[in-house]
């Protein structure tokens, strides 16, 4: 057994069952091991941020770390916008990284980079893997480090000797930490703030926005009438008809301090305090009031579940807040636009969808919308690398195919990552993604005013502009394989989006706006 | 002034006229700046990887620095892999890197990481300007870091509030560093060994395999009977009938030490020590022969041409070497092939083209069969990332902007930066792009056998195959604005050819391996 097969089967012992992989020369004695081995399914990306965003949407959802594989430092590299975002997530993730082998890295032969330096700055835990003898036990202790609370990312180094030379044992799990109680002083600092008849929020975040903590949360605010506000970004929300429902905080800065201003208390629990997603001139980066008290009930990684249960034990609060009706809405005609295509979402969302969104200026029309929607998971860009929806459509896809996967997409954003699709086609994954088609980066027109920028003139807005020439998206996914259909009106949509939830495998709609 | 358009100010100043951009919020004054400024074109790539490639090529193509402006840590990681291909072709670029206002850092909004830390592993000089009035003079100092010799990558990272507050000047550009003069005793050992009668080899690189290094090159061998060898991969090797004949470096380790067997003197002009790509079981890293003498006659950064030269004139190397003479070849017929189509290529090369070379599997057909066609310039990979061609194609374009390009691509490593396609379409770049359409990573299943893990089986060949969906690069092409051609047959490619070479603006043919 070499250093590669230890590794292939601490993964499969340890239950990490997926590797989204983009693999070269020095990953070819893992690729070779994973058919001596089995219990590792190996997904090939053909760029490697589709590879770590994929990652990142099947850890979400299978609830057990990802791993990639991935080909030395520039390899890496191209993978770390969607690692970037896969650490916001909190999503356990486990990147294997080739290198040269030890002995050759001195030549500094054209390959040759600092692969742990790449890596440090965007995962939890790095590690360089120098013998072969050692390589399961690495392995193990890499995985033990996704796993850890809130869920991490942990760098892998392998380099080719390390792969190929003679390997002691696979290794087993070692022990995972566990989430850390909460302090009974939390507990009680948040209950005594949520007694004190001033206004308040519980700021939900990671297992707060999940059966059970949210209906310990619904629970809290029916005994006490706090607010329950969620993160603007989360990894995963369970939402939708039948479920506690729950705002999200909005990502303009104004209009979130709006819907934070007169509280004076703010819960966090699982998430962190609020701030401004940019700095604008004359705007705080602090989101909640001066005068709020900030209160830390459960950081990310603590036992955010337990503290939410304890709280509604020291509060008395039995009984469950009222839970979302389901809201039918009629469907929109005329001219495409992102209102319109929330409200046939809304309609059409199949049970227990997956619904990923990367819409920024569309989003606020989806996350309103679909609130009374059939019950579904709703994933967010969490890091704000985009780029992330394609691929973490993908993950999600292979974590849960039991499930439909909806990813709704903003057009500039789509195309970081957009080899994402024939991922798509050829694992034949039920993804239907919606092209919010408006040929410009058109958050970005309104950043310009935001940051003070007004003077721009014919050149600066030139920037914000996709549409000379504008892209075909059907022929984009058509090319990667992808059946995909127009619509320039909201019939059409409807048409459209029948069609893509009703076929098997991927689908996509290039709605033009 | 804002700090912005002091940056601005200085670069148009220090002649630095393009700027390859991906920007964000925390950018747009910059690109505001663009319009009151003028002097700086902006050139927008949809993806980060397009935009730093392009970088590459402009700067390989245009002898002066080329800029990119990117978001923040994750927008520079997307860029990463073509940085380290440009660091590796020694071409002079400035990224320049926006980041949240200075006291925005501690709050840690989701798009916070350490800059300076993704930055460094491929950058030569780092810098954060962190305030507004030194803005003008940290960028000088960055273009004067890029233009230091043999051409190194500058990062400078702009928090937003340096680009929105209260400018000083823009400064004038500091003097740039000299190539240092080659040591005379290196001159003096360099003719020793020619003068020994032993087996001598000129390697070459850098300046050396441009006019009039080439000439001086050619002349040394054809007094002293030095076999001239240039690197495997190189940032621009000036090529073609009527210029002295170099042959590369062969890519496989076994055929390139045969290459170099029975050397005695290898002499180092603008190179480095040839060393394997990449290590395999039982093969050397070194690829000279042990015996083998290397002497450091000019490294890249050194004054390459002078030490030619001083070597030329110190042994009396007076005549010029025999040119290259123009081959002609008659073209094939039938089912497609790499090496027809380099027949093709060679016999329809315009003259003076550019020709962009990330053919992989395909590399050796192109390198040898247009060695006798038009003189033209040879662009390659040289950092081993893939991904490159189309970005570098359109940088060169942008450069060049009265010679056509060539780019000679394989299609998995298209596919990392596909979207360059885009770039093309909207600034109507003579680019022709060939994609030699194998369906699969061809040189993996070399690679495989190389690393010796010839036990691989059905899964690890899968991770191969890239024709489940086989991908359509002529609806690719077209989904971006780009006209395109299937080839089945070498009478087909003909006339793609021929419609490429003619097109104004991109054309991308579909050669159907």
Known sequence: MNGAESLVRTLAGAGVEVCFANPGTSEMHFVAALDRVGGVRCVLGLFEGVVTGAADGYARMAEKPASTLLHLGPGLAN????????????????NIVGD??????????????????????????VLTST?????????????????????RVATLILPADASWGEAGEPAPLPPVEPRAEVAPEAIAGAARALRSGESAVLFLGGPALREPGLTLAGRISAKTGARLIAQTHNARVERGAGRVPV?????????????????????????????????YPDKPSALSPPECEVHGLAAPGEDVVGALEALADELGARENAPLQMR??????????????AA??????????????????????AFMSRTKGAAPHDYLQITGGAIGIGPPLATGAAIARPDRRVICLQADGSAMYTVQALWTQAREGLDVTTVILNNRSY???????????ASSAGRTAHAMMELDRPALDWVSLARGMGVEAGKAATMEEFDRQLEAGLRSEGPYLIDLQL
Chains 1, 2 share one sequence.
């Open 79 to 94: 993978g770390l916008a969607n690692v970037h975002n896969a650490r916001r997530a909190h999503a356990p993730v486990v």
């Open 100 to 125: 040269h082998a030890t002995y050759h890295k001195e030549f500094d032969a054209p390959l040759t980079s600092d692969v742990e330096g790449v890596a440090r700055p965007f995962s939890d835990w």
């Open 131 to 151: 013998d072969s003898r050692s390589v399961g036990r690495d392995a193990a202790a890499a995985i033990a480090a996704a796993m850890a609370p809130p869920g």
């Open 247 to 279: 705002d999200f905080l909005p990502y303009p800065v104004d209009a979130a301090i709006k819907t934070l201003s007169g509280t004076s208390h703010l819960l966090l629990a699982g998430s962190k305090a609020p701030v401004a997603f940019f700095a």
């Open 327 to 340: 809201e039918k809405h009629s469907s929109s005609t005329g001219a495409a636009s992102a209102d319109g």
């Open 343 to 364: 409200l046939a979402v809304a309609s059409s969302l199949p049970e227990d969808a997956i619904v990923v969104e990367e819409a920024l200026t569309g989003a606020y």
């Open 442 to 452: 058109a958050i970005l027109k309104g950043e310009l005013k935001n940051v003070g």
